[in-house]
């Protein structure tokens, strides 16, 4: 098969951000006396925040009112993250750049705070971003993977997808793409059904390079 493009998560891949995502899930949440395991928080990843919190609300018995409460003080939270980057990330984005790979970002996470984190670190690096915002259906769906290799003007097969977890890997192989999996936030036996699973992104790197047969 002759792959043409990346689609990259964002949250857990393009920024190490998803451990801070879970302290202030669990600020939320504490404040209503409900307390949940990182591990499970992460399996949750990709569907978006509204999504997320009515389920996990609905899990723990909570009104209406206490969700949206709890998506406001989420939202709150995320102001004060702070943008991190994984070991040689932005070497491996650097290097795929100076070959020309069509890159986008397809994630759960809403418009107006991935374009922003874009627009400031990686401007003129990724053609295209497919948010939560511009899908009627979330992942595990394979709408947005669908979506974001149309905007790189390619099919799903043509393009290999970078995950972190796996909604978001289920949402790939939905759509028919290639998927490395990279451990920065669940074990392998969660990652299971990607075609790879990388430790690092060296290792992804070296995987993309033989993948696109870049020399």
Not at 49 to 72: R, V, Y
Not at 91 to 117: D, H
């Amino acid at each position: 098969m002759s792959y043409k493009g990346i689609l990259f998560d964002f949250d857990g891949v393009v920024i190490d951000s998803m451990h801070q995502h879970y302290d202030a899930w669990s600020k939320a949440f504490a404040g209503k006396n409900i307390f949940f395991e990182k591990e499970d928080f992460f399996q949750l990843e990709g569907q978006g925040l509204p999504t997320i919190s009515k389920m996990l609300g609905e899990q723990h018995g909570l009104a209406e009112e206490d969700i949206l409460d709890i998506i406001k003080k989420v939202r709150y939270y995320y102001m004060f993250d702070q943008i991190k980057f994984y070991d040689y990330f932005l070497t491996m984005i650097s290097n795929l750049k100076n070959n020309n790979i069509p890159m986008a970002v397809v994630t759960g996470g809403q418009k107006e705070r991935v374009a922003v984190i874009l627009e400031e670190y990686f401007s003129g690096v990724f053609k295209n971003v497919v948010t939560i915002d511009d899908v009627k259906n979330g992942k595990p769906h394979p709408e947005p993977f669908v979506k974001g290799a149309e905007m790189l003007g390619l099919g799903p097969k043509e393009c290999i997808v970078v995950e972190n977890a796996p909604l978001g890997i289920a949402s790939a192989k939905n759509a028919g793409c290639k998927v490395l999996a990279i451990k920065t936030t669940l074990p392998d036996m969660y990652l299971r059904k990607a075609d790879f699973i990388l430790n690092t992104f060296q290792e992804v790197e070296e995987k993309l390079f033989l993948l696109l047969n870049i020399q």
